[in-house]
């Protein structure tokens, strides 16, 4: 889906020079947004990945029926460790280097262990492709519309699963997905299930 931004209210009822009558609810003018969920600064819900039980899809369950707005808002607060996988990125198009337990593991070993009820933000430094133009087309067109760039550090379903044992609640990524970009189901399966 694109972005859309459309007049919804003008200051008054008008022709346009196409025919078409602008709507006026009042001496105002504001516009309604269109935009898919998953851009800019967002969080994934179990609904996004985890098909609900009635579904008849696999790998259901009934975290799977929890969109948005029913995380409750302290799941998603806590004290921050930021890890550094910068030095993960790779050339190979359309795939993504992985994060494992033992880049975690290391980064405990010099900073103490993670504590539980915290969370994890990955520092892929994958923000510097936010901007517009050909250099943007490298953040999530080029490695996996084209594959002809390479994907972001992602964290492995292992990671993942080793931060949930660490009673780790959220995992933050400065990336387009928490997902490879030449495979993103698993981590979202095992960050969402």
Avoid at 28 to 39: A, G, K, N, Q, S
Avoid at 98 to 116: C, I, M, R, S, Y
Avoid at 147 to 165: C, K, Q, T
């Amino acid at each position: 889906m694109s972005y859309q931004h459309i007049l919804w209210n003008w200051y008054a009822t008008v022709r346009t020079a196409d025919g078409a009558i602008t709507r006026s609810s009042g001496p105002y003018r504001t516009h309604y947004l269109v935009i898919d969920e998953h851009i800019a600064t967002q969080f994934d819900a179990p609904a996004h990945f985890i098909p609900p039980p009635d579904s008849g899809l696999l790998p259901h369950n009934a975290i799977g029926t929890q969109t948005g707005e029913q995380v409750l808002l302290q799941d998603l607060q806590g004290s921050a460790a930021v890890i550094d996988v910068r030095r993960l990125e790779q050339k190979v198009g359309g795939v993504s280097p992985v994060v494992t337990a033992d880049h975690v593991k290391q980064w405990e070993v010099l900073n103490g262990a993670l504590a539980p009820g915290g969370i994890v933000l990955l520092s892929t430094g994958w923000d510097r492709y936010y901007v517009q133009g050909e250099e943007g087309m490298k953040c999530l067109e080029r490695p996996v519309l084209h594959r002809n760039f390479s994907g972001w550090p992602a964290p492995s379903a292992p990671l993942i699963e080793y931060l949930l044992e660490r009673g780790i609640r959220c995992l933050g990524i400065d990336a387009p997905s928490i997902g490879a970009a030449h495979d993103p189901i698993p981590a979202h399966i095992a960050g969402l299930s």
